[in-house]
């Protein structure tokens, strides 16, 4: 579920707010006159290294310097 909160209401309840969302799991959007700005959410603490979760994504790895033109990228 996401919630909304404006930056004046975060500040008057954070310590509730975040227990909320170390407890549901839930983000809380922060917002600030009505933008969205801030998003808070619980940590998520992988045993993967950035290398690790990359690993076998890139498929084609040919001409790494050549410039890339926008009908070279294929959507999935």
């Not at 940590?43 to 990359?54: G, Q």
């Amino acid at each position: 579920m996401e919630v909304q909160v404006s930056k004046s209401k975060f500040k008057a309840q954070a310590l509730k707010i975040m227990r909320d969302v170390e407890e549901s799991g839930d983000q809380v959007i922060i917002t600030d006159h009505g933008k969205p700005t801030l998003v808070i959410r619980k940590y998520d603490a992988s045993d993967k290294s950035p290398m690790e979760l990359l690993q076998g994504s890139v498929i084609n790895y040919e001409s790494p310097t050549a410039p890339v033109a926008e009908d070279d990228w294929e959507l999935a």
